[in-house]
């Protein structure tokens, strides 16, 4: 049975709000070192949401806008759009590149936008949208992360102490027991298990235990 996009992407939504900031750490660690945590940040996602329902891209997902701030002397809000792609798509690049420029038109703020790849598609990494014509060419490139390149460093993952390193563990261990309801089992009171060793708070273990649940169902 396949299973429900949205059911699907809302585990990483709810633990992308939570750690947020471990999440630029371990995925775009450059970003996270240029921003003035200090400043804070704000999760923009009714604006997002209007944003969307503009967008005449077919699917619709309510991903993360973020208003944040970056180290420089002006005040300025760098706007982070999140996407967590699930499933293969034709039209995803577009989607970012709409997205990209309607936050841009709303808001006239620098929008960089980041995509985390949790399909089983090796060969699918969008990274680019482009058309031209006439001589007039329209383009957004943005960076892209694939969780299945972390397929070979399990022992590097169980070695970091950053919260999303468990985030991709556990993704890739949902993808390879699909199938196999007894292995998941094992594999969620491994984890969980794990969590305890490295010393997390008890908070943040039902905080990872609920992702866990949520990509393993």
């Not at 704000?42 to 944003?51: A, G, H, R, T, Y």
């Amino acid at each position: 049975m396949k299973q429900n996009n949205q059911d699907y992407d809302s585990p990483w939504k709810d633990i992308l709000e939570v750690y947020f900031r471990e999440f630029l750490k371990f995925f775009f660690p450059k970003i996270e070192k240029d921003l003035d945590w200090k400043k804070g940040y704000v999760f923009l996602d009714k604006e997002f949401q209007s944003i969307v329902k503009e967008a005449k891209t077919g699917r619709r997902h309510l991903d993360k806008l973020i208003s944040v701030y970056r180290k420089n002397n002006q005040e300025t809000w760098l706007l982070i759009h999140i996407e967590v792609q699930g499933t293969k798509e034709t039209d995803f690049s577009e989607r970012m590149y709409v997205y990209n420029y309607r936050t841009y038109d709303r808001y006239r703020r620098p929008v960089a936008s980041l995509a985390v790849l949790t399909d089983e598609t090796v060969s699918w990494r969008p990274e680019r949208f482009v058309y031209e014509i006439w001589g007039c060419e329209a383009s957004l490139r943005f960076p892209v992360v694939k969780i299945l390149d972390y397929n070979n460093s399990e022992k590097k993952l169980l070695e970091n102490t950053n919260p999303f390193a468990i985030v991709v563990l556990s993704q890739l261990k949902a993808m390879k027991t699909r199938n196999d309801p007894e292995a998941r089992t094992r594999v969620k009171f491994d984890l969980v298990k794990r969590l305890y060793q490295k010393g997390y708070k008890k908070k943040d273990v039902v905080q990872l235990f609920s992702f866990i649940k949520g990509v393993a169902k």
